[in-house]
């Protein structure tokens, strides 16, 4: 409980703790983002772990609405320096931030600094509509080499493929509903998207 903290918009705050018979959960060493082709990596450190559960990666674009992209799990109990790592496959153009939380077996959770990255505009491949229950419409800023088709297991799947002037129309003709990947190889490196039949 805090009395008599006047806290304006954008200051930020640290808690600490002087019972050194009680632990901190997580001892963080580092967090950052930073582009890679058309991924965000999110990579963090940490110098020992107690009773750690879970962390979630969180993006926004506005730095007030926090979006989960997906969880790793902790160590749970550890005296030894960790290092993980998530990779966005989706990220917003432009600049975005990232932050990362971390919870408890007792779900008590913590928030890491805010990182932020840009994503030069231009560059991204998107597919849409996703989900879609039949087409997907690819659009990237970059020349495409290849597209490939694969289920979760990696297995390549026949597909048609209609190429317009700033489009791509990908037709994987009756598959099964659920979660596939259309693999994009570009002069700047092969992207992964995650996308959704109905």
């Known amino acids: 409980v ?17 019972d050194k018979t009680i632990s901190l959960p997580i001892e963080l060493i580092s967090f950052n983002a930073r582009p ?32 989960n992209i997906g969880t790793v799990k902790g160590m749970g109990n550890s005296t030894v320096k960790l290092d993980y790592q998530y990779a966005d496959e989706n990220p917003y153009e432009g600049v975005s931030y990232y932050r990362l939380k971390q919870t408890d077996f007792d779900k ?12 030069k505009e231009g560059n991204q491949i998107l597919v849409y509509p996703n989900p879609s229950s039949r087409t997907f419409t690819l659009t990237s800023g970059t020349e495409i080499k290849q597209i490939k088709f694969l289920s979760t297991l990696g297995n390549i799947l026949p597909i048609s493929i209609e190429k317009k002037i700033t489009e791509t129309v990908i037709d994987p003709g009756d598959i099964s509903p659920g979660i596939y990947f259309i693999q994009v190889l570009t002069v700047e490196g092969i992207k992964s998207i995650r996308v959704v039949k109905k």
């Open 2 to 18: 805090f009395s008599g903290v006047d806290f304006t918009n954008g200051d930020r705050f640290t808690l600490g703790n002087t």
């Open 108 to 119: 008590k959770f913590a928030y890491s600094k805010v990182v932020r990255v840009e994503l």
């Open 36 to 67: 890679q082709n058309q991924t965000v990596l999110v990579n963090w450190s940490t110098a020992s772990e107690l009773n750690n559960d879970f962390f979630t990666i969180e993006r926004t674009k506005d730095a007030k609405d926090w979006v």
